[in-house]
């Protein structure tokens, strides 16, 4: 989740004191001064400092391991090192993002140091961000072992924890029954493209913005080696919640490839759109909780599982 309004999820003083008290000690060890909140999300925290009349920005997790209904036993610092791996990446492959600068432990808790770059509010350019991820999508993929892909294959692993987060959302929910595993994974084997690197959480609140233009994308906790249409799937559902500052329709027409628009037809489509709505709907069931949010994607669910 991202840092500017990420997820809605409310913070106990006791949850921002523990992160507070590293940013400032990670500031005081760079020689930084002035430390201030800018940010939060469901797993980290972002502050800003000034060092030498400029400002950085640290990003903090709320606990150096993660235990929620969608991410079981994740390493924090795993994560923070996958941040600092692929903002270096992109920056490289002349993607929008902000540079890295430094990495170390504070207290046990691992501690990324990022450049700041300044975002002045606007409307997000769903266009343009799509222009963004058409580029990214012809990019080399970088070797890295993504921390949400597991070790596994990706059809296996979108169909693995798709089974996984839909058997929790039935712990306290009547829903339909699923295809058998090894027919969604059929249906991704046959129908999806060539795997290249997805972001797997655009939102206006993952992304900078100057003038309407991406200027930083960043939480890239859910990146996955997967098909393009992958990432547009997800879109898709995201541009459902209207903080998420997205127009499906636009990011098309700014992704631009000629095959987009018959991807709606593929028999993968439901499973790749469904992988995100049960997503949603367990993060605004437990995560981050919201009723009417809960209802819409638990609708969304039915809906899709009604189309496999």
């Given at each position: 989740?991202?840092?500017?309004?990420?997820?809605?999820?409310s913070m106990s003083k006791e949850t921002l004191w523990r992160p507070l008290d590293i940013a400032?000690?990670?500031?005081?060890?760079r020689g930084a001064h002035q430390v201030v909140l800018a940010g939060s999300g469901t797993e980290f925290l972002f502050f800003i400092a000034n060092k030498d009349g400029r400002q950085e920005g640290y990003r903090i997790p709320k606990t150096p391991e993660f235990n929620t209904a969608n991410n079981r036993g994740v390493s924090a610092r795993d994560l923070q090192l996958q941040e600092m791996a692929l903002a270096d990446w992109a920056t490289s492959n002349g993607i929008p993002s902000a540079e890295p600068l430094d990495f170390f432990e504070q207290h046990g808790y691992p501690v990324l140091v990022l450049e700041v770059v300044e975002d002045d509010g606007s409307v997000l350019d769903s266009s343009a961000l799509g222009a963004v991820m058409s580029?990214?999508?012809?990019?080399?993929?970088?070797?890295?072992?993504?921390v949400a892909q597991n070790g596994s294959s990706i059809h296996s692993r979108i169909v693995e924890r798709l089974v996984q987060r839909y058997d929790v959302l039935g712990e306290d929910t009547e829903l339909p029954s699923l295809p058998p595993n090894r027919e969604m994974i059929g249906s991704l084997e046959k129908y999806l493209g060539q795997p290249r690197l997805t972001h797997l959480d655009l939102r206006r609140q993952n992304v900078r913005v100057r003038n309407g233009q991406p200027e930083?994308?960043?939480d890239w906790s859910n990146a996955l080696v997967a098909a393009p249409e992958v990432e547009l799937a997800r879109v898709q559902e995201y541009a459902a919640i209207a903080e998420n500052g997205l127009n499906y329709e636009d990011f098309c027409a700014g992704?631009?490839?000629?095959?987009a628009g018959a991807m709606n037809d593929s028999p993968a489509w439901p499973i790749l759109r469904l992988d995100t709505a049960v997503m949603l709907a367990v993060v605004f069931s437990s995560v981050a909780p919201n009723k009417d949010l809960r209802t819409m994607f638990l609708g969304r669910v039915r809906e899709l599982v009604s189309q496999l």
């Open positions: 989740m991202g840092f500017v309004g990420g997820g809605g999820a400032k000690a990670a500031a005081a060890r580029r990214m999508h012809e990019k080399p993929v970088p070797s890295l072992a993504l930083s994308i960043f992704y631009a490839h000629q095959d």
